[in-house]
């Protein structure tokens, strides 16, 4: 039995942990909440969705009386307060599974640069990005996982193949990518209150998202040669889910038939990659609260350029039921184990 505990529980992320533990088939046993703000509750006076399915109470997060009772522990902190606990939990032997940046990067001028002063840097060596397409032998030995960003998982799935393959210039990427409102967290800002979203289209952070830096280093690892991409995000007025579209200049003619079989031969082992069928694109409704993303793209053979689409929810894929992939590796369960749930139709 695999002892979990869920720190930051009653966050967007941690309380999509919650529900899909509840589901889940194999031998795990939810033995702890955290959340500094409703410590005391009842976690359905909080998340009526659970009710009568977890009676656990939110507690505040003490480190030592926690690692107690887990083998493993999802941080749904934000960025810079993981820092305070992760190097304990660690020290401790607990395995920790955390949804902040701080341990995302491999290179500490980086962090500092695109967030603050990094307190534990020597764990950077330790940690493993989470991203199973990419780095599944890694998480399966790992103790410190840094769940990737929900823009990042998605702009990688949809690039990678196309500049492995050769097929597409490793120059000029350029990253335009829509979200739901809730991947900016659960409390609200003048940028995510209702007013201001509702019927409203806009982008932000145009060339200076955070997430930047962490879509250059994967590519750049994967293909062993510095990357730079231009991302614009957008804010799109709905709760959840990213459809990204990644524009890369062609260096050689080829058709969508035979960039999507690229694409299909790349994926075929991935049990969450759904590369779909030429003439079909990406949607959000199709994947919105499942662990699956949908690639698809089209050859504009007079621009010269692949169009590469993805579909994901920024809270699921793009967090939550990734890290419970990573769970699933890191324990030694079936990698799909609680999380082949289709997406939410209307």
Not at 73 to 91: D, N, Q, R
Not at 115 to 143: C, D, F, M, N, W
């Amino acid at each position: 039995m695999l002892r979990v505990g869920i720190a930051g529980a009653s966050g967007y992320t941690g309380s999509e942990v919650v529900r899909l533990l509840v589901t889940h088939p194999e031998g795990v046993e939810l033995t702890c909440i955290t959340s500094e703000t409703f410590a005391g509750q009842h976690i359905s006076r909080v998340l009526p969705n659970l009710r009568g399915l977890v009676d656990l109470r939110f507690e505040n997060l003490d480190v030592e009386k926690i690692a107690e009772r887990v083998d493993l522990v999802f941080l749904g902190l934000p960025h810079k307060s993981s820092m305070a606990y992760v190097p304990k939990f660690f020290e401790l032997g607990v395995k920790i599974i955390d949804f902040s940046a701080d341990y995302r990067f491999k290179d500490v001028g980086v962090y500092e640069k695109w967030y603050q002063e990094h307190t534990s840097p020597h764990l950077l060596k330790e940690a493993v990005y989470g991203l199973p397409e990419l780095h599944r032998e890694e998480i399966r030995r790992a103790s410190l996982i840094a769940v990737p960003g929900c823009y990042p998982t998605g702009a990688i799935l949809a690039i990678l193949p196309a500049l492995k393959s050769g097929v597409a210039d490793s120059e000029n990427i350029i990253i335009d990518a829509k979200s739901g409102i809730s991947g900016a967290g659960k409390t609200p800002t003048e940028a995510t209150h209702l007013p201001n979203r509702y019927d409203n289209f806009a982008a932000y952070n145009v060339g200076s998202h955070r997430h930047t830096p962490e879509i250059e280093q994967e590519l750049s690892l994967a293909m062993g040669r510095n990357i730079t991409v231009c991302f614009v995000p957008h804010y799109v007025p709905m709760s959840r889910g990213i459809l990204t579209t990644a524009y890369l200049r062609l260096n050689k003619p080829i058709s969508t038939k035979e960039l999507l079989e690229i694409y299909s031969s790349n994926y075929k082992d991935e049990p969450f990659v759904r590369v779909l069928d030429e003439g079909e694109l990406p949607q959000t409704q199709a994947v919105r609260g499942s662990n699956f993303c949908d690639v698809g793209l089209k050859v504009v053979e007079r621009s010269g350029l692949a169009v590469v689409m993805s579909a994901l929810d920024n809270l699921t894929k793009g967090a939550s039921s990734q890290a419970l992939q990573d769970m699933n590796i890191v324990a030694g369960f079936k990698e799909t184990a609680g999380l082949l749930s289709p997406g939410l139709m209307p």
